[in-house]
């Protein structure tokens, strides 16, 4: 598939889409994942030329739902660092944080890693679509996460060559939601 897509669109990038566990393809790592068993092949299935980054996704609440708070950002940070390490050194592709359901702050230390997505970005009064990972931009507990996601993207924007908008020529505002 990720061939005949870059046959339609050489400039479309492309990823397996997969949560990162370690399959038939590297033993030794097999052992990091969170339930035996499993595993479809993280560094097989993105050595395919045409896949251009890597995505890893990390939900120890639900993978580890039996262990303790500490065991779980344990676990995290040590599944974490070695997917950015084998993007960085096996692969040779960045890799992107694609979902998680327990903050990852302080978790790793950059490398190949770029960024990090959430689950949900829910709008005021779609909070009934939620599924306890949404980020609700409505939630005034939620506002310091609301702020940052704007900061960011203001930052994003006037990084930016070719410009998004007013916020490349200079405009700092920003949106209360």
């Not at 995505?55 to 974490?80: A, G, R």
């Not at 660092?81 to 096996?90: C, F, G, L, S, Y």
């Not at 930016?160 to 920003?174: H, I, L, P, Q, Y």
Request: negative net charge; contains cysteine.
């Amino acid at each position: 598939m990720a061939s005949y897509l870059k046959s339609v669109d050489r400039n479309h990038l492309v990823e397996a889409g997969l949560e990162g566990f370690f399959g038939p393809s590297s033993p030794q790592r097999s052992r990091l994942n969170p339930v035996s068993n499993i595993g479809t092949g993280f560094i097989a299935n993105n050595m395919v030329p045409v896949v251009d980054f890597a995505t890893v996704h990390s939900y120890p609440d639900q993978w580890l739902s039996n262990t303790n708070d500490q065991n779980q950002v344990s676990f995290m940070s040590k599944w974490l660092d070695t997917h950015i390490q084998d993007a960085e050194r096996v692969l040779r592709k960045p890799i992107l944080i694609a979902e998680f359901g327990k903050s990852w702050r302080d978790m790793f230390s950059g490398g190949a890693a770029g960024g990090g997505l959430f689950w949900q970005l829910l709008a005021p009064g779609m909070d009934n679509f939620g599924d306890g990972y949404e980020i609700i931009l409505s939630d005034k507990r939620q506002s310091s996460t609301a702020n940052l996601i704007a900061q960011q993207a203001l930052i994003n924007c006037t990084r930016s060559e070719s410009g998004f908008g007013e916020a490349s020529k200079g405009d700092t505002s920003t949106t209360d939601y």
